[in-house]
């Protein structure tokens, strides 16, 4: 079955620089890959996602690029406000089984 | 639109007693996933359905967790006998479809088996 590792476990950044988290997945079929964030207590949210079909994807201050090749995918949060603090999690779905596999998480802290 | 709807919020039982979580999901959506997320780790499918087909149940411990969606809308999941180790918060969530499709979670129930 697929599995996606995720780094780092926890990012510590000053407010208005820039985060980069890291995900690889061993499944060549996956080819949808969203990225959710989960404030604490509450549901994990949709942010971004990316298809196999495109490399990258903005959505304002938030990118996510994919490399089908070395089967990697990034997240990156620019000017990172103190509300970005959550754990993020990168999940990949097969598209032979169509089962979503998450990463483990990274809970990114953002310094006023 | 109304969202992924979970009860209970919460539940604590002693352990070998049985539980039952029930979801409903956002109107229209084909697919409903049940995950198990235990604290610090990311959530875990437990089973997958597709109307009321369930497409993937591998990682569903089949001794004590059963699921259904009879009539392919609601859901329910149980746990009977419960173990200490079920201890998690247990999230449902619907998309339109499966594969390449947006998942929208539900606030979830947080299982505390002691």
């Known amino acids: 079955g697929e599995n996606v590792e995720q780094h780092p476990s926890t990012l510590s950044v000053q407010e208005g620089d820039s985060a980069v988290i890291k995900c690889t997945y061993s499944d060549s079929a996956s080819n949808y890959f969203p990225w959710y964030k989960q404030e604490l207590g509450k549901r994990p949210q949709l942010i971004i996602d990316i298809r196999s079909n495109v490399g990258e994807k903005k959505d304002q201050r938030i990118a996510v690029t994919l490399n089908k090749t070395a089967k990697h995918f990034s997240l990156h949060i620019t000017e990172t406000q103190p509300e970005d603090s959550a754990v993020y999690f990168c999940?990949?779905?097969?598209?032979?089984?169509?089962?979503?596999?998450f990463g483990r998480g990274t809970s990114l802290i953002v310094h006023p | 639109e109304a969202g992924v709807a979970q009860s209970p919020r919460y539940k604590i039982i002693e352990k070998r007693q049985s539980v039952a979580f029930w979801c409903n999901p956002i109107s229209g959506h084909a697919t409903l996933y049940w995950y198990q997320q235990i604290l610090g780790q990311g959530p875990k499918l437990l089973i997958q359905?597709?109307?009321?087909?369930?497409?993937?149940d591998s990682q569903l411990p089949k001794d004590r967790f059963s699921a259904e969606r009879l009539k392919g809308v609601d859901s329910t999941l149980k746990i009977q006998p419960a173990k200490l180790e079920d201890s998690a918060v247990y999230l449902c969530?619907?998309?339109?479809?499966?594969?390449?499709?947006?998942?929208?979670f539900g606030q979830g129930t947080r299982l505390t088996v002691v």
């Open positions: 359905f597709q109307n009321n087909g369930v497409v993937d």
């Open positions: 969530a619907s998309s339109l479809g499966i594969g390449e499709t947006e998942a929208f």
């Open positions: 999940a990949a779905t097969s598209g032979g089984s169509y089962i979503p596999t």
